[in-house]
């Protein structure tokens, strides 16, 4: 039992090292890394919470040696030296703890260890209740009445029956224990051939070293293995056994710089928390020192931008009205935002807008405030009669946060917003894709360390939220104004770093901002859906998870719930007792993907769950799902293209998501016979063939890659040709299996392992593969070795034009982490630069079907493929234009080929 309010003392330097090797492995977008810092400050925060504390220290190890290495100069000589990315943590997370009011002690020439057990001993004397916060193990023999270790990390706590029921003895034997047996981490010698069983062995059945020698002629009689000889070794190795005693004494009397008055923990500094908190981008944090405080510095004081007094306006009248669109028409750029009823763009009611032409300045313009007791607003056809004319002039230029939104609501108004010049979550894609987050209230606390008002604050949450037009405008109109006032500071933060580096321009102005307009109309346009054919497709689904259910209770011998994790733990590791391939964080046997298709290779009723899984994922998702997304007025449903998730820079589709749809299976082709055409129309699919192996060829310069590709061979049938050495007409399909798996697995950093997986050969066999590949196709191997070099010098690699794939772990002193990162290297430029390519091609391809009215619509976007429904009668015509501006859209060493397909559903033309 802990006692209320103790003095707690805690051992920074083992939770620095424990937060380092244990995940999240965070970085900030800067690459620079930051999960340390945030184990530790996370474990103060848990005993902040759990405990209350008003006295508390944080003790680090001080640089250089210590009174042990005196000693014993072989002492801790065996740990590696401090890695670069755990030594740059220490300084960050001493000034927060600082910061937030805690005293932090570090002394040279003893341990933190010596600190924590003097100012414990201190403590004592005084009969204060002291609670030791540490993950070190030698700390036990500190316990006491007085004293209790708590290890925040796995919850466990220790008083004296607790360290006895851990270690099978007293914490006054703790010294003794670490003493006989050694400690291989700190290097303390121990006895030889003294383990935890032999040390406990004497301890329990004698007592303590000094019990031991007195007392040296019982010990055989302990009979434990070794029991006759272990007093001669106790006597051969005295000397060693009382220098393992010394080490392993954590010393209580070190002369401190603080006396335990100087505890007490004091008010935390918000501003330098908010300071430092920005710069490791610990968002959560930040957010609520900053709902602490009215002056929190920004994460970087030297592009923060001047914070004046906002000025928010609510327009309710003509004239003021008037005097805003005399600000619009004359303002260089101007920010601009809507507020709905809902998030779906063909759905949504429009309640307001809201404008800004200078950081602190801006209007909300409410024309749908509809609840009881509201003001007389302006007519909705009024105000946008008005706001026509800029918001159409291409003169006007704009800024907003994700305009494809707005976009949307104002195109279902009768308004084509042109004159878009920037966005603020494109720029920040742009800028850093691998950041977790680009909506606005992220990107404020970010970037302006400023906290925005939440919608739940003025809406409410769960069922009863209101939706924008029920808020009243006391509420809502600050709310709205703030969103375009941050919107245009955001633009004048972010803008400079994109504008002043030619790669991230050009990705951001001749990619990803005219894609906006595109994506808007092709979402709007939608794609028919055979509603009857899903329903069919749903029943049979039904039926044959039925089916899957009973055969997997039957190979289970019981019925269960398939669904469940714990309940298929049960079933395949207890009762079946199946092979325990991976654990789950908590240590419990995993039933993830990857495991159950490991297994299903041997045994059945894996092969059943993942059979069971898929199918109830494509119901649930699609069969069940679409029906219910056609839009009512449109009889189409309508997708959004993310633009700013995919760290690659690839479109991901949500609501629903297209990309998902299994190409290789008959249910997912099923699925796609579902997306139909309008009556007198078709549908044609344009795909980029080998897109990626294609831009490997560029980008490697392999003459084997560029000859095959140049003279239009098969290049899974050449490649396999190269690396089995035979004539190209006498490649067996095995072997262009093989040849594939080879092409494709190197693309995606695949090592001779995963291949020798994929295909079902001895690693051995898939290590030759590889081997013969990069000594066919050798300029692959240096393009690959050469990336790999220059991401780790730079942090990031880029595609063909310039976009980037920041690389936080390129550097990392884990293993795993940094294969990954490797991995990514590769991958990025090539899967980065086909998602360039695409992008590309959808934006000469808006400027072709200008021209061609309702003959032909852009429909959809999926991986390296455009889909189209065009009029019956004039599928010949463009069929060959189409594959024509896409294979244009980049020029590349090898020819970009496009393959269409035509038909009555999207399987057909795929």
């Not at 003095?7 to 970085?27: C, E, K, Q, T």
């Not at 474990?43 to 919470?49: A, D, E, F, H």
């Not at 299976?665 to 309008?678: L, T, V, Y």
């Not at 831009?695 to 190269?722: N, R």
Request: aromatic content about 6%; hydrophobic content about 40%; glycine content about 6%.
């Amino acid at each position: 039992m802990i006692p209320e309010n103790p003095l707690i003392l805690v051992d920074g330097s083992s939770y620095l090292f424990r937060a380092y090797h244990s995940p999240p492995h965070l970085s900030n977008s800067k690459g620079e890394p930051t999960g340390a810092i945030y184990g530790v400050i996370n474990m103060i925060k848990s005993l902040q919470k759990q405990f209350s504390p008003t006295e508390m220290v944080v003790v680090f190890d001080a640089k250089g040696p210590t009174f042990r290495n005196d000693m014993y100069a072989e002492y801790k000589a065996n740990r590696p030296p401090m890695p670069d990315d755990l030594r740059s943590q220490i300084q960050p997370t001493h000034d927060i703890i600082r910061a937030m009011g805690i005293p932090l002690v570090s002394i040279e020439g003893v341990e933190a260890d010596d600190v924590i057990g003097t100012l414990a001993a201190q403590a004592c004397r005084q009969g204060r209740a002291t609670l030791i916060s540490t993950g070190d193990k030698d700390m036990a023999q500190l316990v006491s009445e007085n004293v209790t270790l708590i290890n925040t990390m796995t919850d466990t706590v220790l008083d004296p029956a607790g360290v006895t029921e851990k270690f099978g003895i007293p914490p006054d034997l703790i010294i003794d224990y670490l003493a006989l047996m050694g400690d291989s981490s700190d290097n303390i010698p121990g006895v030889p051939g003294v383990g935890q069983k032999t040390a406990l062995a004497m301890l329990q059945g004698i007592g303590g070293v000094s019990t031991l020698y007195k007392r040296i002629d019982e010990i055989a009689a302990l009979g434990f293995r070794g029991s006759k000889t272990m007093s001669k070794k106790l006597e051969e190795n005295k000397e060693l056994l009382e220098l393992s005693y010394a080490l392993a004494t954590i010393k209580t009397d070190v002369d401190l710089p603080i006396t335990l008055d100087d505890c007490h923990v004091s008010e935390a500094d918000l501003d330098a928390l908010a300071q430092l908190y920005g710069v490791c981008e610990f968002r959560r944090w930040l957010d609520d020192v900053l709902s602490k405080s009215t002056g929190s510095a920004a994460p970087d004081e030297s592009s923060q931008i001047e914070k004046q007094p906002a000025e928010y306006e609510t327009i309710l009248t003509e004239s003021a009205f008037e005097k805003w669109l005399e600000k619009l028409s004359k303002a260089e750029l101007f920010a601009l935002d809507t507020e709905t009823t809902s998030l779906d763009y063909m759905q949504a009611k429009l309640v307001g807008l809201s404008v800004s032409v200078e950081s602190g300045e801006a209007a909300y313009i409410p024309i749908g405030h509809d609840y009881e007791g509201a003001p007389v607003q302006l007519s909705q056809d009024f105000v946008l009669e008005k706001l026509k004319p800029i918001l159409e002039s291409e003169s006007a230029k704009k800024v907003g946060q994700n305009l494809k939104y707005d976009m949307s609501i104002l195109a279902r108004h009768g308004i084509d917003l042109k004159g878009v010049q920037h966005d603020t979550m494109l720029a920040s894609y742009v800028f850093n894709s691998v950041a977790a987050r680009h909506d606005m209230d992220s990107l404020a606390l970010k970037y302006l360390s400023h906290k925005n008002i939440s919608f739940e604050d003025i809406a409410g949450k769960g069922a009863k939220q209101k939706t924008f037009n029920q808020i009243e405008l006391a509420e809502a109109a600050p709310y709205a104004a703030e969103d375009a006032d941050i919107t245009l500071q955001l633009h004048e933060k972010l803008w400079p770093s994109v504008r002043d580096d030619n790669a991230l321009r050009y990705v951001y102005e001749n990619i990803e901002v005219p894609l906006l307009s595109i994506l808007s109309r092709i979402e709007r346009q939608g794609v028919l859906i055979d509603s009857d054919h899903l329903h069919q497709l749903s029943m049979e689904l039904e039926q044959r998870l039925g089916e899957l259910e009973q055969q997997a209770h039957d190979l289970a011998g019981e019925t269960f719930n398939l669904g469940s994790p714990k309940q298929l733990q049960q079933i395949l590791f207890e009762k079946l007792g199946l092979p325990v391939i991976k654990k789950t964080p908590k240590g419990a046997p995993s039933t993830a993907e990857e495991v159950l298709v490991e297994l299903a290779h041997d045994y059945d009723l894996p092969q059943v769950i993942i059979e069971h899984r898929g199918l109830a994922k494509l119901k649930s998702t699609y069969t069940d799902k679409l029906p219910l997304m056609v839009n009512g007025e449109t009889g189409r449903v309508h997708t959004s293209y993310n633009q700013a998730v995919t760290a690659t820079g690839r479109l991901s589709s949500t609501d629903p998501n297209l990309q998902n749809i299994p190409i290789r299976n008959e249910q997912g082709r099923r699925i796609r016979q579902a997306f139909i055409p309008a009556p007198g129309y078709q549908i044609l699919a344009a795909d980029y063939s080998q897109i990626e192996l294609r831009i490997m060829a560029h980008l490697s310069q392999d003459a084997g890659l560029l000859d095959a590709f140049a003279k239009g061979k098969d290049i899974h049938q050449a490649t396999a040709a190269e690396v089995f050495g035979v004539p190209l007409e006498d490649v067996s399909s095995e072997q262009r299996r093989r040849a594939k798996a080879v092409n494709f697995g190197l693309i995606y950093g695949m090592s001779a392992f995963g291949l020798s997986r994929q295909l079902g050969i001895p690693r051995g066999e898939a290590q030759e593969y590889v081997d013969l590949y990069f000594e066919r196709f050798p300029g692959v191997k240096t393009y690959m070795e050469n990336t790999r070099q220059k991401a780790e010098e730079k942090g990031y690699v880029e595609t063909l034009f310039g976009r980037r794939l920041h690389l936080p772990d390129i550097q990392a002193r884990n293993a795993m982490r940094k294969k990954a990162a490797e991995r990514a290297a590769i991958n990025a430029p090539m899967q980065g630069t086909a998602a360039d390519i695409i992008k590309l091609a959808m934006i000469q391809m808006d400027v072709w079907l200008k021209d061609k009215g309702d003959d032909v619509k852009m429909i959809m976007q999926v991986h390296d493929e455009l889909v189209f429904e065009i009029k019956a009668d004039k599928v010949d015509a463009y069929r060959e234009e189409i594959c024509r501006v896409m294979s244009e859209a980049a020029s590349l060493d090898v020819p970009l080929v496009v393959e269409a397909g035509v038909g009555v559903h999207w399987d057909e033309a795929h």
